[in-house]
Nanobody, 116 residues
Framework: QVQLVESGGGLVQSGGSLRLSCAAS?????MAWFRQAPGKERIFVAS????????RYADSVKGRFTISGDNAKNAVFLQMNSLKPEDTAVYYC????????????WGQGTQVTVSS
């Protein structure tokens, strides 16, 4: 079982930046970030695949968020710039084993709050 540990959440003013980090305890094939706002479903934010170094983003964060990874350390980062109040959510790190498409490992979540 792979364990994920997130860090880096907090309170920031609109227009500010935050950087989230997530470290996995074992080998994985790709990592991603999801978020869940109060009263809403958890949604995809960004993902990266180790083998191809490809990245994907939700339309709502394109141009503002950047996902990067260190596959040697099994770590992923999410640089969030130009934050908006609607980015307020609990952010979850997720990971999937090599050869699988589903994210089956999840972190505990870290709160990001953007004040207007």
């Amino acid at each position: 079982q792979v364990q994920l540990v997130e860090s880096g959440g907090g309170l920031v003013q609109s227009g500010g930046s935050l950087r989230l980090s997530c470290a996995a305890s074992g080998q994985i094939g790709g990592m991603a970030w999801f978020r869940q706002a109060p009263g809403k479903e958890r949604i995809f934010v960004a993902s990266t695949t180790w083998s191809t170094r490809s990245t994907r983003y939700a339309d709502s964060v394109k141009g503002r968020f950047t996902i990067s990874g260190d596959n040697a350390k099994n770590a992923v980062f999410l640089q969030m710039n130009s934050l908006k109040p609607e980015d307020t959510a609990v952010y979850y790190c997720a990971a999937r084993p090599s050869g699988y498409l589903d994210f089956r490992y999840w972190g505990q979540g870290t709160q990001v709050t953007v004040s207007s």
